[in-house]
């Protein structure tokens, strides 16, 4: 686990992710300017490094309703006014972007944030960037994995020499600066299914998944397969680590969290996917067993505590800024993670057992 | 109520006629309501890449975006090779899995012969349902027959295809109000 900087005697790594949307809030009708939004997740990054989290992490988006298209730029502000806190990106679309160019990126704010940086390599849910960025989206998946190879590669190696199909070769080339550490944590980003974790396994890169809605057993055969790949190629399954993302909000009462939230989720789903998010299944999340992390503090911590039963996973990574959820709010539930989810769930997790 | 008729192929005229039909006779019992009749034969869309109905543009973003916003949507169809036209699969598959989540579907078949009368109930339910709608039972079938110049001349069609209409607005008026009485139940 020391390759990617954690350390599981230390309990659970519990981190922030952002996809850097940009709504309106649903209770109110009013959204941000964009400067203010971006300016923002600079600031629940402080408050998140302030608070003892792990990990802040900004997913790249290049459509409407989104304001970190530049996210390794928004990363470089976070970098720069954080102390402590790893950062990283959630993801980075390798497909569309030259890999050179990326590590150049991510590399130069591992300098910066004095070796916090990791990347996290997708694929891209909507596809409105291809057209933008000028590639084919026939080439989705081959864009993906050749990249993504390239990219691996450029962090092993000092000197690269690589040839493939969607750009020019490398001869000799010395891809500057290094970080810190001469390597980054380079993660997959995984959807929801056991055929995409499959993948990364057989590569014997970390995953990290998006898990949305439904029971903690159902992803749990994810991770499983992802593990049993990662065995099956010779790897260490118990030395690579496993990251999970998804919806989270707490507040005093179960249902505060779920009204307070839940207008956030339906209406931002709307607008970026196309759907809203059904209330039935949102409901759902007052059973131990879903996976959305919505309600009181101590709920969540049970939940929390279930699913790394279940999964036995090293990060676990929040959503709570979906859909124009206004800044006290996010203050309020960063607060609420700092004063008493995560040290309950550091104590919980810890290697030596429960009552550590 | 906001209601959409798809006629699902861009060749023949029965199925336009047919649903031309039902939109005579939806709108007499229920003249207020928000409606759109859509043909394909009208539109040029394109055959679906996998990427998110919103990120088509032109007629293929219009007729996707115009299904996605109905309660209640009209699926016309014919029968070609014994199944549903390669058109109408195709804005199926342009839309996400779910897509008729909240939505009710009834149906209209048009076909040469009446040995087609199950390919609606083995091909399109199984579809409609696998996107989550709720399907009105009973569809409208009519056949060469029914036919004649361009009208419909089986009084029964025009019949059955009054009772698909009323069937489904009473279909979408309980789904409605079911779910906002257990919407109302959870209280956030």
Request: no cysteine.
């Amino acid at each position: 686990m020391e390759n990617y900087r954690i350390d599981p005697s230390k309990g659970m790594e519990f981190g922030i992710y952002t996809l850097g949307d940009h709504l309106a809030n649903p209770h109110t009708g009013e959204r941000i300017s964009a400067q203010e939004r971006v300016q923002q997740l600079v600031r629940l990054a402080q408050l998140a490094d302030q608070a003892g989290l792990d990990f802040f992490s900004v997913g790249e988006s290049h459509q409407p309703y989104f304001a970190s298209q530049a996210h390794a730029v928004i990363l470089a502000a976070i970098a720069q006014a954080t102390e402590k806190i790893k950062i990283g990106s959630s993801s980075t679309i390798i497909s569309t972007s030259d890999p050179v160019r990326v590590y150049e990126n991510f590399a130069t704010l591992d300098l910066l944030s004095g070796g916090r940086a990791e990347i996290v390599a997708g694929r891209a849910s909507r596809v409105g960037l291809f057209e933008l960025l000028g590639y084919d989206l026939h080439d989705y998946e081959a864009l993906f994995e050749e990249k993504f190879d390239l990219l691996l590669q450029i962090n092993q190696e000092e000197v690269v020499n690589w040839s493939g199909e969607f750009r020019k070769p490398l001869r000799n080339a010395q891809v500057l600066p290094r970080p810190v550490e001469g390597s980054l944590p380079i993660w997959r980003a995984v959807g929801g299914t056991p055929a995409s974790a499959i993948k990364a396994g057989y590569a014997g890169v970390p995953m990290i998944t998006a898990m949305l809605g439904g029971p903690a057993s159902v992803f749990k055969r994810t991770i499983d397969a992802y593990r049993e790949a990662l065995t099956a190629r010779g790897f260490d399954a118990t030395q690579i680590p496993v990251a999970t993302t998804g919806f989270f909000y707490a507040a005093e009462t179960t249902q505060e969290a779920l009204r307070d939230y839940y207008p956030h989720i339906n209406e931002g789903m709307k607008k970026t996917n196309g759907q809203g998010f059904p209330k039935q299944l949102f409901a759902q999340a007052q059973d131990h067993r879903s996976i959305i992390n919505v309600g009181s503090p101590q709920q969540i911590i049970e939940k929390i505590l279930y699913q790394h039963e279940q999964f036995g996973h090293q990060r676990y990574l929040a959503q709570l800024d979906f859909g124009g959820v206004p800044f006290e709010k996010m203050e309020r539930n960063i607060e609420l993670i700092g004063t008493e989810i995560l040290p309950a769930i550091k104590k919980y997790t810890k290697q030596g057992g429960t009552d550590a | 109520m906001r209601v959409v008729g798809l006629a699902g192929s861009i060749v023949g005229s029965k199925t336009k006629t047919a649903m031309s039909l039902l939109w005579e006779e939806m709108l007499k019992a229920y003249p207020d309501a928000d409606h759109e009749l859509l043909d394909l034969a009208d539109y040029k869309l394109q055959f679906s890449d996998g990427r998110n109905y919103l990120e088509y543009t032109g007629d293929t973003a219009y007729v996707t975006q115009k299904l996605m916003e109905a309660d209640i949507l009209f699926i016309g169809t014919p029968i070609f090779q014994a199944s549903i036209p390669g058109t109408l699969k195709n804005v199926f598959d342009l839309l996400p899995t779910q897509a008729f989540r909240d939505k009710v579907a009834g149906i209209v078949v048009t076909a040469g012969s009446a040995k087609h009368y199950l390919v609606a109930e083995q091909q399109l339910k199984p579809i409609l349902s696998y996107m989550k709608a709720h399907i009105v039972a009973s569809y409208v079938f009519v056949e060469e027959k029914d036919f004649l110049n361009g009208n419909v001349i089986n009084d029964d069609v025009h019949l059955r295809l009054q009772r698909l209409a009323e069937d489904a607005f009473d279909l979408a008026e309980a789904q409605l109000s079911v779910r906002e009485k257990r919407e109302a139940e959870y209280d956030f």
